[in-house]
C-alpha cells in the first residue's frame, strides 16, 4: 500500500501567520492517464472531511484563496498564506492514484 | 444540493452482521462511483470499497476482503455495505463519500461498535 506521510502533525499557529503542510507518498502518485489523485480535505470536530483540492493544486468551490496545493511525484505541500480562526481542525492528504486509496495521518492545526 | 446519509450502524457482538445504507440526492446518482470509507481514533482514515455507477466495478480493502460486500441499487438512490463476520478491529465511523479517486462529498457518517 502507499504510505502518506504528513508533517507537521501538530501546527501551533498565530494567526495572520502563514502555515505549511508537507504530504509525501511512497511511490509517485502520477497515474498511467499522467493526472496526480492527490486530495487534500480539512475535518472540523464534529463534523465529516471537506476537500480542499483535488489533482494536487484544483481549488474547490469556497475555498479562499489563501489555501494552495502545490506539489508533483511523491511530494506535495498544503500552504495558507494568513491563518484564520476558522482553519482549525485537521489536514489530511489523499491519494487515489494507487489502489487501495489512502490517507495521510492527519495535522492538527491550531491557533496559539 | 449533495446530500448523503448513512444509516444502519450500531452495537453488535464480535462475528455478527451489519448492513449500511446510505441515501443519495442531490446528484445523479447512477453517473457517479460511490466509496465507503471509516474513521477510528485507531486507524485514522481507511478506505474500504469502491463501486463504480453501473455496480460492475468494484474492489476492497485487504482488511475487509471476503467480509464486506458493496452494493447499490440506483433505482432507489442506495449505496449499501453489507458486513459479515465483524471484529472488534471494525469498530468505527463509517462514511460513504461520492466518486472514488477525487472523493468530493461526504456523508455524517454512522457509528458501527463491535463489542461484547
Same mark, same amino acid.
Given at each position: ?7 507537521? *502533525? ?11 503542510? !508537507?504530504?509525501? !507518498?511512497?511511490?509517485?502518485? /502520477? ?12 475535518? $472540523?470536530? @464534529?463534523?465529516?472531511? $471537506? $476537500? *480542499? ?12 484563496? $489563501?489555501?494552495?496545493?502545490?506539489? !508533483? ?10 491563518? /484564520?480562526? /476558522?482553519?482549525? @481542525? ?19 492545526? /491550531?491557533?496559539? | ?83 459479515? &463476520? ?28 463491535? &463489542?461484547?
Amino acid at each position: 500500500d502507499v504510505v502518506m506521510t504528513q508533517s507537521p *502533525l501538530s501546527l501551533p499557529v498565530t494567526l495572520g501567520q502563514p502555515a505549511s503542510i !508537507s504530504c509525501k !507518498s511512497s511511490r509517485s502518485l /502520477e497515474y498511467t492517464d499522467a493526472k496526480t489523485y492527490l486530495n487534500w480535505f480539512h475535518q $472540523r470536530p @464534529g463534523q465529516s472531511p $471537506r $476537500r *480542499l483540492f483535488y489533482k494536487v493544486s484544483k481549488r474547490d468551490s469556497g475555498v479562499p484563496d $489563501r489555501f494552495s496545493g502545490s506539489g !508533483s511525484g511523491s511530494d506535495f505541500t498544503l500552504n495558507i498564506s494568513r491563518v /484564520e480562526a /476558522e482553519d482549525v @481542525g485537521i489536514y489530511y492528504c489523499m491519494q487515489g492514484s494507487h489502489w487501495p486509496y489512502t490517507f495521510g495521518q492527519g495535522t492538527k492545526l /491550531e491557533i496559539k | 444540493q449533495v446530500q448523503l446519509v448513512e444509516s444502519g450502524g450500531g452495537l453488535v457482538h464480535p462475528g455478527g452482521s451489519l448492513r449500511l445504507s446510505c441515501a443519495a440526492s442531490g446528484f445523479t446518482f447512477r453517473d457517479f462511483y460511490m466509496t465507503w470509507i471509516r474513521q477510528s481514533p485507531g486507524k485514522g482514515l481507511e478506505v474500504l470499497s469502491y463501486i463504480s455507477g453501473t455496480g460492475t466495478i468494484l474492489d476492497y480493502a485487504d482488511s475487509v476482503k471476503g467480509r464486506f460486500t458493496i452494493s447499490r441499487d440506483n433505482a432507489k438512490n442506495t449505496l449499501h455495505l453489507q458486513m459479515n &463476520s465483524l471484529r472488534a478491529e471494525d469498530t468505527a465511523l463509517y462514511y460513504c463519500a461520492r466518486a472514488s479517486r477525487n472523493i468530493d462529498y461526504w456523508g455524517q457518517g454512522t457509528q458501527v461498535t463491535v &463489542s461484547s
